[in-house]
């Protein structure tokens, strides 16, 4: 296969061999099987480009993006293990069984197909096309307790096999399998952004009557979006020091200056902060892992577009000016070509 040698932004070369096949693609009556094997090709094989995204419905805006024929692998060396923004075990990232069966009969009833066996759900959910299965779950999305917790909507994410055989993926929780030490044992460099938690708490900071609803069953969010507990009798009481750390457990108000920031803290922390920490902890076991915390400002962000409650119009003459000067900026000082042909 014939890949590329590119360049980090610190100018080190690196190569890439991208768009690798590696399963044959799932559409058709291959959807929700297991991965078969490719067929092998005999030509040289160009590995330059990446492979199209899976299909997905988009983190903010709810749009379905992507293909289903998406099973491409990319390799870069030297190798070394990333996560950004998230770890294995976060949330919203792992949906138990239960939640899983219960979800996959509502959209199969929202579609109009059998809502019992899963054999006929799986059929019936087979013959539909990506989007209208996807489009099903949009309004699931935007009402995920990730970003809106007092609604309780749904998200699609990984669960644990309910079979296991040789076929099975998942058998166990994410930090279960971590904790055993059941992992490539290579460096980690781990990371989080400031104001992760920002898109959670967006809903309740441009909508006080969302603050208020969420203000009103603070136990059962707080539990929710912490994952302190399955419903033990010492919720309350772990719900109100959460509260009284983050919140110092007053009722809150969008016009209290500090309370923004306050929110964004407590869903930062929860939905993401703490995951990734004990991700960390758990290859700091075995290799050298690294953990950072990025908050340098380049230029216009999603902060910047949701905290401009008051003057939408103030954000975008920011970012207009801003991507004057980025162009005016690189036709005075020319742009970097990156790329040169590598074999393997």
């Known amino acids: 296969m014939e890949g590329t040698v590119s360049l980090s932004r610190d100018g080190r070369e690196f190569y890439e ?4 096949p590696y399963a044959r693609p799932p559409v058709g009556n291959l959807r929700f099987q297991s ?5 092998p090709w005999s030509d040289l094989l160009d590995a330059k480009t990446y492979g199209p995204d899976c299909a997905a419905i988009k983190f903010l805006t709810a749009e379905i993006v992507g293909e289903e024929d998406c099973l491409y692998l990319n390799v870069h060396a030297p190798k070394k293990a990333a996560i950004i923004s998230g770890a294995a075990g976060t949330p919203w990232s792992f949906i138990p069984p239960d939640r899983a069966v219960r979800t996959s009969k509502s959209i199969a009833r929202r579609l109009k197909c059998p809502s019992e066996d899963t054999e006929e759900i799986a059929g019936c959910l087979r013959d539909l096309d990506i989007k209208s299965l996807l489009g099903a779950i949009t309004k699931d999305m935007r009402e995920s307790f990730l970003f809106k917790p007092h609604l309780k909507g749904e998200i699609i994410g990984p669960t644990l096999e309910a079979f296991d055989d040789e076929d099975s993926f998942m058998m166990q929780h994410p ?3 971590l904790s055993k030490g059941k992992f490539q ?3 980690l460099l781990a990371g989080v952004m400031a104001d992760e938690g920002l898109s959670s708490a967006y809903p309740y900071l441009s909508d006080e009557s969302n603050l208020h609803q969420f203000d009103a069953n603070m136990t ?3 539990r929710r979006i912490c994952l302190y507990s399955s419903q033990t009798s010492m919720d309350d009481r772990i719900s109100e020091q959460i509260r009284d750390y983050y919140l110092f457990n007053r009722k809150m108000k969008i016009s209290d200056a500090e309370e923004p ?4 803290e407590l869903f930062s922390d929860c939905f993401y902060n703490k995951h990734i920490s004990r991700a960390v902890d758990y290859q700091r076991a075995h290799a050298n892992a690294y953990i950072f915390y990025f908050n340098m400002k380049g230029g216009p962000s999603n902060t910047d577009l949701m905290m401009s409650l008051d003057s ?3 954000y975008y003459k920011y970012l207009a000016t801003y991507y004057v000067k980025s162009v005016l900026g690189e036709a005075i000082l020319g742009s970097h070509h990156y790329g040169t042909e590598s074999r393997l």
């Open 17 to 20: 061999w991208l768009g690798i």
């Open 35 to 39: 991965p078969g094997p490719i067929d």
């Open 175 to 177: 930090f279960q399998i």
């Open 185 to 187: 044992k290579v460096p």
């Open 220 to 222: 059962e969010n707080i």
């Open 261 to 264: 920031s306050k929110l964004i």
């Open 312 to 314: 939408t119009f103030a």
